[in-house]
Nanobody
């Protein structure tokens, strides 16, 4: 129903910035929430941020004040602006979409994009 394609990852030095993009296609009108997760080596996947259809956003404590999630509804795209990056932000970042159709709920995932913060 929904396909998600991420881009924008790469290698940056501590204190640098990156902007991740996630473009949704398919039955995008069924999406009620989108978010970003990340998984570092040897650790569980964790929620970074999410944003619902009303524009309300939530962040995990470790990224508050540094990361900003936003949406471009016309282009079915969600962004994650990452500023003042730290070594502990190194992970594979995954885009996620929550879809609901008359009570039939599903999650969809992107392929992931690598973010490496290193000097």
């Amino acid at each position: 129903q929904v396909q998600l394609v991420e881009s924008g990852g790469g290698l940056v030095q501590p204190g640098g910035s990156l902007r991740l993009s996630c473009v949704a296609s398919g039955t995008t009108f069924l999406i009620y929430v989108m978010g970003w997760y990340r998984q570092a080596p040897g650790k569980q996947r964790e929620l970074v941020a999410y944003i619902n259809n009303g524009g309300s956003a939530k962040y995990t404590d470790s990224v508050k004040g540094r990361f900003t999630i936003s949406r471009d509804n016309a282009n079915h795209t969600v962004y994650l602006q990452m500023n003042n990056l730290k070594s502990e932000d190194t992970a594979v970042y995954y885009c996620n979409a929550g879809v609901s159709n008359y009570g039939d709920d599903h999650d969809f995932w992107g392929q992931g994009t690598q973010v490496t913060v290193s000097s």
